[in-house]
């Protein structure tokens, strides 16, 4: 498509039964900042229905419009019927910016749009922004993050791009705003779809490959026995997390080689990495500093480890770990009780709009 | 089964890259280029169908310069049968799109049921390449492969494609398809040294722009949606917490919130009663959405 008539950004979310999925909307708030700099209008794409207050959400994030779209072949999500219907609405309606959220999925659909368009698309931005010419900037890392690109879609349309959840962030929410719903169910003919879904294994935080894994709860020599460190397994079990060792605790034989963190063993950058009386020298550091949140816990104030981490805990595992284990479990199952209730928060958000 | 891999041969990540003057320079006294991780194991795993399958020829191609037949080599050695490397100066500064576009012509020319990738090259880490490719080869495609196992008899595969937390969603795709693998799909094969031997005496087909009836524009930077306006050092990772009321961190936030029970430092240390330690943690971790609540 040429960059024409091409107008309106848009962002295209995941949803999943009803609720708005990680990273959607702060990739809304993303949008809203380049629809703002470009004076266009911003749509939010949802496949299927999602809930009131999650729309009042939307809305309060940027969103002007949002559209949920509905084909009778989306009943399974064939990603293939989906990339087909959304880039056949995005021709119809040819918007000049299309964000998708950098989630493996979000990623694979958005491959896929480009390619059936033709249009360029720049995956897993850090950065998106607009350029004194109108045009969609994107930043994304290079050579395993030692460098930055930045690009532009100078002669194509949509400028296509995803972007990662962990750039993005939470902008405040602008309460009074809302947005125009519209169900969107096209009457494409789709093509059958080649690929079939015919199943899903569950990953099991137990079994999988550390590299893979979310949460992250390590042990070091700060448990001095093997009977001590056996703890780390209740811990990683309460959170849904993955066990983890420093190179000495595996030279004790308190662990396997496949759980070892660092120089010698696996680097891992998950959500969570709580590390329990791991001094922090280097060797071990160089496989987890990337780790987006790192809780420490240590006797020692000096210990290197604190110098990296978001929560710094003074304090001995052997009293710190079961307390917080104990509490854990309890959060965790008053945490599930609830989660299908509206958090308080959002409901009167939704309240004080009208 | 007939099988094209595509390889690209990419600096060694691990080497000292530096950004001058808006350029990437690889630095150091002996600059190692090695094939890029998931290729490796698109290469593996191509010879593994073939020898499930005992027929068909693997056949390695590659858009790079001359230095890339270093790395079509090391595929030989592995046990590949050819290796085809896309070469000319034309091809140079192309994106995801202009190299497939490259890869396509080449492809087409080359009879085979299966096309594997590595999804993601290490040094430009766009991940897309593969889904272009397939489009222009007009074959279905399935991406993140960690696992195949393949039905012969009915010519289709069954998959396995890596998601976020270690889930693995199971998939059904005929053949001929297109996969972009990912890591851990396999642990490739060292080359033997007879799979040297054999492979520094084998000809590596060469295909350049006339060669390939490819015009100038089509290619390289000319035919390519993306442009890279310049290059920059990584931006700093900002280690700190994301808080709305910037005035306060979250742990003073954190802390003006509990009251008692709490040793009162300057520094951001958390301490004194294993209790409210571990109540703060998890209020902590409430706030940032990794636990229920």
């Known amino acids: 498509m040429s960059t024409g008539t091409a107008k309106g950004v848009w962002v295209l979310i995941e949803q999943e039964n009803g609720k708005l999925r990680d990273g959607s909307l702060e990739l809304v708030g993303e949008g809203r900042k380049v629809a703002d700099k470009l004076n266009e209008g911003l749509t939010v794409v949802v496949q299927g229905n999602i809930a009131e207050e999650q729309m009042g959400l939307l809305a309060q994030h940027g969103a002007e419009r949002v559209l949920c779209v509905e084909h009778p072949a989306l009943d399974q999500y064939y990603v293939e019927v989906y990339s087909q219907v959304l880039s056949d609405a995005i021709e119809e309606q040819a918007p000049s910016v299309v964000l998708a959220v950098g989630s493996i999925n979000g990623t694979d659909l958005a491959c896929r749009i480009a390619a059936r368009l033709g249009t360029g698309l720049v995956t897993s931005c850090d950065r998106v922004d607009v350029d004194t010419e109108g045009n969609l900037v994107q930043v994304k890392p290079i050579y395993g993050g030692k460098a930055a690109a930045t690009c532009i879609c100078p002669a194509d349309r949509p400028q296509m791009a995803t972007v990662n959840l962990d750039a993005l962030e939470l902008k405040s929410p602008v309460t009074g705003r809302t947005a125009e719903v519209e169900k969107y169910k096209p009457d494409t003919k789709t093509e059958k779809p080649s690929i079939q879904n015919v199943g899903f294994i569950k990953g099991d935080p137990k079994a999988i490959d550390l590299t893979e894994a979310d949460i992250v709860v390590a042990g070091g020599m700060g448990f001095s026995t093997q009977e001590n460190f056996k703890m780390i397994n209740e811990l990683a079990d309460v959170i849904g997390g993955s066990v983890a060792a420093t190179r000495r605790v595996v030279d004790e034989e308190w662990t396997t080689l496949s759980r070892q963190i660092g120089l010698t063993g696996k680097t891992v950058r998950p959500k969570l990495y709580i590390a329990c009386g791991i001094s922090g020298a280097i060797q071990h550091t160089m496989g987890m500093k990337d780790s987006k949140l790192i809780v420490a816990i240590n006797t020692d104030r000096n210990a290197l480890i604190f110098k990296i981490a978001d929560v710094s805990v003074v304090g001995d595992v052997m009293q710190v770990v079961p307390e917080l284990t104990a509490q854990l479990r309890e959060a965790m199952a008053q945490g599930t009780k609830s989660s299908t209730d509206d958090s308080p928060e959002t409901v009167s958000d939704a309240e004080s709009q009208s | ?293």
């Open chain 2, 1 to 293: 089964m007939n099988i094209v891999v595509c390889v690209k041969q990419v600096p060694d990540v691990e080497s000292r890259v530096v950004v001058e003057k808006g350029e990437i320079s690889i630095q150091g006294l002996i600059v190692s280029d090695v094939i890029n991780p998931q290729d490796l194991m698109a290469i593996e795993e191509a010879l593994r169908i073939k020898e499930v399958d005992g027929e068909g020829q693997v056949t390695l191609v590659s858009l790079g310069t001359p230095r890339a037949e270093e790395a079509l080599r090391k595929g030989l050695a592995m046990g590949a049968d050819e290796a085809m490397l896309l070469c000319d100066l034309a091809f140079e500064g192309g994106d995801s799109y202009a190299t497939a576009v490259v890869l396509a012509k080449a492809i087409s020319t080359i009879p085979h049921e299966l096309v594997l990738c590595g999804q993601r090259a290490d040094d430009t880490q766009s991940g897309q390449a593969g889904v272009y490719l397939a489009k222009m080869l007009g074959v279905p495609v399935v991406r993140g492969v960690v696992k195949v196992e393949e039905n012969l008899v009915e010519r289709k595969l069954k998959l396995q494609r890596k998601l976020e937390k270690g889930d693995r969603e199971v998939v059904e795709c005929p053949i001929p398809a297109l996969l972009t693998v990912e890591t851990g799909l396999n642990s490739p094969r060292n080359p033997t040294i007879k799979g040297v031997l054999r492979a520094k005496n084998k000809e590596i087909t060469r295909r350049d722009l006339q060669q390939l009836q490819m015009s100038a524009e089509e290619v390289g930077a000319a035919g390519s949606k993306i442009k890279v306006t310049h290059i920059s050092p990584p931006k700093p990772k900002m280690k700190g917490l994301f808080v709305p009321d910037s005035k306060m961190s979250s742990f003073d936030k954190m802390r003006a919130i509990m009251e008692g029970g709490i040793t009162q430092k300057k520094s951001d240390f958390l301490e004194g009663d294993p209790k409210d330690i571990a109540a703060q943690i998890i209020r902590f971790l409430r706030e940032q959405k990794i636990i229920p609540g």
